[in-house]
């Protein structure tokens, strides 16, 4: 799978996250290097809405929510 193509401005890519290494690289290689379909910081994007900067990978939640909200 090719890496997302928000991958050099991603703050979780770029470690400009505070996560502990693990969670980082788990993120990285689910979401950054992996499907990023599931990525709740992508949905955003690909909608042209803002990502807000605490917004983790799986927070589905608040990406529909912040979807509704369009």
């Avoid at 996560?19 to 788990?26: H, K, P, Q, V, Y």
């Avoid at 910081?41 to 983790?56: K, Q, S, T």
Wanted: with cysteine.
């Amino acid at each position: 799978m090719a890496d997302c193509k928000l991958i050099t401005r991603c703050p979780i890519f770029n470690d400009k996250m505070n996560l502990s290494r693990e969670t980082g690289t788990a993120y990285k290689e689910k979401y950054c290097q992996g499907d990023n379909t599931d990525c709740a910081r992508y949905i955003l994007f690909r909608n042209n809405l803002a990502v807000p900067p605490d917004l983790l990978p799986e927070m589905l939640e608040r990406a529909n929510e912040l979807l509704k909200e369009k």
